[in-house]
Nanobody, 117 residues
Framework: QVQLQESGPDLVKPSQTLSLTCTVS??????????WSWIRQPPGKGLEWMGA???????YYSPSLKSRTSISRDTSKNQFSLQLSSVTPEDSAMYYC?????????WGQGTQVTVSS
């Protein structure tokens, strides 16, 4: 079973870049047909899909966040990462990494990030 663990700072200042890493165990991030996503949930709001990295390396981003979002991977460490630039307090949320294939859907436990000066 795939397990995911988010890591990164819990506090980011406005205008800075938020950087998170998801460490994957129990499976390779290059395994066919897996899509590796970042999803967030602001306080009191629903889940928001931010973007995904496909098993073969293609990127997909939410149109509303595309200009500020980058998702990359380090296959040697079996990790994928999120960078969100020019953050504002509205980017404060619980951030989750996710692994999806047609038959499975795995989530990390999430990490709370607050944007504040």
């Amino acid at each position: 079973q795939v397990q995911l663990q988010e890591s990164g700072p819990d506090l980011v200042k406005p205008s800075q870049t938020l950087s998170l890493t998801c460490t994957v165990s129990g499976g390779s991030i290059t395994t066919s047909y897996y899509y590796w996503s970042w999803i967030r949930q602001p306080p009191g709001k629903g889940l928001e899909w931010m973007g995904a990295l496909a098993y073969e390396g293609s990127n997909y981003y939410s149109p509303s966040l595309k200009s500020r979002t980058s998702i990359s991977r380090d296959t040697s460490k079996n990790q994928f990462s999120l960078q969100l630039s020019s953050v504002t307090p509205e980017d404060s949320a619980m951030y989750y990494c996710n692994a999806f294939r047609w038959d499975v859907n795995y989530w990390g436990q999430g990490t709370q990030v607050t944007v504040s000066s």
